[in-house]
């Protein structure tokens, strides 16, 4: 097999070549777009049990002084990132904070912005969310709400801040 592979060898390596070759510096250099592993020795516990060990090290892109110190040893690294459910998103409440010091500004210092009152008649006025009680909690204006079914509430963007404002 590795015989009749020699020949496809090249010309991989050669495709490989190229296509890294093509890419700029700033590509090359963002995590986003890249795949390192650090390969670090590990004594086996007895002699001939591994012919190669190989250590999985996480790393932590906000803290760029560890990737100064594994870059010295060297060959692949993958950031641990965490997915998070709706980042970015805002409760009720902190959108009212965001909001409330406009509407004080605009209507004077007795003026306030409560979510359980004045934010609830938004979005049923703008037809951002369903009614409590709906059947269909999901349906929302996408670009302004979602609706989180594990906590059986609503979480708003940030245009939906702008919006109100």
Known sequence: MSRLHKPLQASVQQYLDTFRLSLSHR???DLRFSYK???IPKVSNHQGQAD???EF???DPAKPDELVQYEKLAALLKPA???VANAGRLKASDVCKRVEPVVKQSCGKACCFA???HHANACAFYAVRPRKGDPHPEKTR???CHYDAAHKDYAFSEQWVTFLM
Do not use: G, N, P
């Open 142 to 144: 996408i670009e302004y």
């Open 115 to 117: 979510a359980s009152y």
């Open 37 to 39: 592993v650090f390969l």
């Open 27 to 29: 590509m090359t250099d």
């Open 52 to 54: 190669v060990s190989v």
């Open 81 to 83: 990132i965490a997915q």
């Open 57 to 59: 090290v996480k790393f």
